[in-house]
């Protein structure tokens, strides 16, 4: 969904635009690839007479009460759309800001913790079926991680820079203090980084590190409002 | 929060741990600083008798009705920890995953969406001491996007490829379909990208553009489940 | 989402899994001219310097003011997967049991649901484009109230009962409270319904009315549990 | 609560208001029913030393490692409002539309849902305590399924049609397309239902199958909108 | 429904059981009233031809934007279980734990955050008739605090210390931090409070301000794990 | 968090201000040590070929299926910000209204459910060194209740009166009603409790207990709405 909104507000965009739409559609495929999966895995799954079937074979109850209940009882040991603990998935994690960089970006980190996670169940099972879907869901991730990379970098040169967005005037935000890092917790292992000292990667300025981080103005202090408002009455 | 899982997950990169504490604790600065400015903001809001003032005066009805209501009944001209909508801030955001390559490149993600959308309140506002808070907030948001793209080369460096996770053994994936870009969408504007032909950015593939995509297997067919689970009954 | 999780869980049910996945996909597409449609309404849309505009002129304030500021902010003028007041899309709202005549009750519930808000939205606008549209929507809103209480009927008729689950074996449940109307609350108009008497829709019972509900049993009473529960001590 | 709330927003039709009191006091009773027998299958739970219990004795371990451990730490094994994987009950469920034949339809189909899952539960478990209970709610779910079916068909006969809302001006919707099905997936099963052919439930039209949709108007294009928003910048 | 499920987990403590359900009745009557108020409010609201009518007359486009769409949308100009931005109503609000001392001390909690509300909600209106509604709850606000204030004194004199969990061993924490206060911030004025010395509230011990936090162990590190979890490879 | 944005909204009350800067970053501490602890926990935990290993080791099958997957897919063996059955946590869970007498009664119940939810887990476990972390949060949450009860007491004091919002004017609510027990609930235990006779806790009222509720006014009726909201249509 997150590719279908980034490419159904495409402005003007239609390599980018058709590039999303081939994507998203792929990755409806996929959704219905997992969801058949899950599918045929719940079919022979042990539901009846659970507490019985837990004191008589340990390791049968071990499966059953590793299982998330909602399979069996809203889904009929179907697919859910929710993550590995049943949080219903959200319309709050799709990313589509109509600016392209910073959405591929998104898009790239998306396929990072995808592929990550895919690795991890991976060896987590031992079941040879799975293991050879997880295999082809883990090669796509490989592409479109290839895909996103180099969708950003075109996008990158062409815009110039690295910074999104590209088009802000930089004089309108605080040059002075762009380019510095602030040692804001103990220890300083954090000037070994490569973001310490050198050409910033934007290619304007200067990295450098700070020991101490600049202090500016004074301690915040607030006024009081209407007492209508009913807050804690002053002091008198 | 963001940043402090990351940090507080760090299992021996300690470089980073550091960074990731640094730039944790100038960003709870930040939202104090937000919070600030909302609360000064607030002070002199109008919210009695809110009807009335609506009628009198349309402008002011204009700003009340635009605010967002929870500012004053339940925070009494405070800041709320929700978006611009009011939706509460969720820990389902939070990206830790223990893979710094693939979190940093959520956090360069995040810090991109950010600068976008603080960009897009400075053009929204005239108040010049709020601009002059987000002038700050801009260049911030510039440094921290130089910082996680540059943390994000430095680590593809030394883990040899722009893959996550970099040492998932790659004959265990589908390596023959790991380069192709399937033309899923009408049109065919996809093939004229940079992903499309040429050498992969992993250095080790190189694209092709398939304007039909692949197909492998017959279509999924799921058996029956138990008659417990009282799905539809077959047909007779 | 919720036709495409029915679909992708058919179990050998093919003309029903077809159906669902036409209609699913149809609605794919009516999310996508909804998502047009907004994107087009919000392009000339006035989002710089707007609290000098809400002075200047208070309609623009007014309409300012009943915007959705996720629209500008996080979508740069683009659709949200959020409803009127933006509160993200679910995954709890999907409805997808495994048994298709419960589910197409769900189904012609959506479409009654949905056709109700089309047709109030269309009398609070005045835009003669965006009712072109809505027309469209409102008539296959139509034929989707059609098609599920026609493949509820055609499913009633072949299970023979309006029960969900139809399998169910009817002597496991308390048949003696099966058909009675119990008059909990004050008055007694509930009386005058036709669920308060006569022969029973599922054709096995008939319906009475009761105007004090039967009691069975005692008050529930609860034993303490561990103390290592640490609740409210006892009284010595 | 969704009863609760239909029958507070009733306005004028007293008979389905004094129902949906009765109806609603009795779910309070439900869940008190419910609420009762979790927290006594809880009272003798194994808390203490889980790791211990489960090393010692794996079949303990399988319950342990299947109850939600929120009902000991959260509420000292007390029930939850939460569904079996403990997601919160959410208000977000609410349907209360002001159209009784909409939320008639929305009833029918929970008590539906409703049956269906406590029928599973009761084939989970061989507790005859609880199993008694079940019997009694699946009793009333039936009697409640009739009931909304039974009132369902009486606003349908008293308002001349089953199209929700009943007295939008249908001549104000594209009736040209108000009676097609359209076949946008891979096979054609879908024109086998009774929703293919034959006059329309609502009496008014006569269903057709089209097995390719039709098409009108262009591929939507959106324009740029103002610079100020930060998009992608266009092609020079 | 907190008040509901504190009485429904009460294990023989009559007392409170039935005061909790005296008051959770009286709490839906609140509800009943307000859904009331919220729908005559709403009844004659300005629904029709929106930017028609904003434009025409900003008064009323301030009145029609400051409101909830939803409740012309999905309720008809009827209440919603939701908050004022239209976050809906959680079952994760709900505290019930099955300690009566803590629960009270959230139930005086929530009627001080209530009746402050109200209080607030008093001030932002003029209509007199919603004010008349606002001064019963006001009241009864009033009495809620005086009770649950009560309540909470009559348990923590019965068991004999101000401390939730009374009877956890006090010798299996550890007591020699039991009393600090720990100053983490800028500033020392947190030495002035009544929390800083003397005799400690639960009777036992005395408050003791430290200018510094006391230090105990090292900074932590974490171990590698199996490198099938994928993480951020060692350094070589 | 809850401290930190009562804090920032403080408004001129620096002793409250400073003290609760101080304990919010003492609990961003508390977070770390937790985070630690469970980062720990996992470093062994069975992770590969889980099937496998339930299947020959019930005891081990026992322990994997307790544990919350997400630990393992998605934080690589890391602390993830959810509470024990995987609910993200929520901004709507902060109170910050700005009035610190109530909110230092939300505080007060925030560590009473807190230790409360550590003693029981202090008993559900075995690992000596858990507990040993635990009995020092168990005695930092005996002070911080010391502390919230301790400051409550002073302003309970200082603003002469328990009732929150003070300063709201008495005599703008319903004080005839409020002081009444109302018995709503079949029994009447609950007139034995502290709260039924006797002079308030707020130093003006005497409570009254009665037997059955006052009943004012008739019973709510709605009239229609503009037939423009597709309601029920009237009856004719």
């Known amino acids: 969904m997150q590719y279908l909104f980034q490419g159904w507000s495409c402005r003007g965009e239609e390599k980018y635009k058709d590039m999303?739409?081939?994507?998203?559609?792929?990755?409806?495929?996929h959704v219905e690839m997992l969801a058949t999966m899950v599918a045929r895995l719940l079919e022979g799954a042990p539901v009846e007479d659970?507490?019985?079937?837990?004191?008589?074979?340990?390791?049968?109850?071990?499966?059953?009460?590793?299982?998330?209940?909602?399979?069996?009882?809203?889904?009929?040991?179907?697919?859910?759309?929710?993550?590995?603990?049943?949080?219903?998935?959200?319309?709050?994690?799709?990313?589509?800001?109509?600016?392209?960089?910073?959405?591929?970006?998104?898009?790239?980190?998306?396929?990072?913790?995808?592929?990550?996670q895919v690795a991890r169940i991976y060896e987590m099972i031992d079941d040879r079926g799975v293991k050879d879907l997880l295999s082809v869901l883990l090669a796509r991730d490989s592409y479109h991680q290839n895909l996103w990379a180099q969708a950003v970098?075109?996008?990158?040169?062409?815009?110039?820079?690295?910074?999104?967005p590209s088009t802000f005037p930089r004089n309108e935000e605080r040059l002075d203090i762009a380019y510095d890092f602030y040692n804001f917790s103990e220890g300083d292992q954090s000037k070994e980084g490569s973001w310490a000292k050198g050409k910033a990667l934007d290619g304007e300025g200067e990295y450098q590190w700070l020991s101490t981080p600049k202090v500016e103005g004074k301690a915040p202090k607030l006024d009081p409002v209407t007492p209508k408002m009913y807050g804690t009455p002053p002091e008198k």
Do not use: C
Not at 53 to 80: C, E, F, Y
Not at 154 to 163: H, S
């Open 153 to 164: 970098k075109e996008l990158e040169e062409k815009e110039g820079t690295i910074l999104v």
């Open 50 to 116: 659970q507490e019985a079937a837990m004191k008589k074979d340990p390791a049968i109850g071990a499966i059953i009460s590793g299982m998330n209940p909602q399979h069996a009882i809203v889904a009929g040991l179907g697919p859910r759309p929710a993550d590995s603990v049943g949080n219903p998935w959200s319309g709050a994690y799709i990313i589509a800001s109509g600016n392209l960089l910073a959405d591929f970006r998104a898009n790239l980190n998306a396929e990072s913790q995808g592929r990550l």
């Open 20 to 29: 999303l739409m081939d994507i998203a559609t792929e990755e409806i495929g």
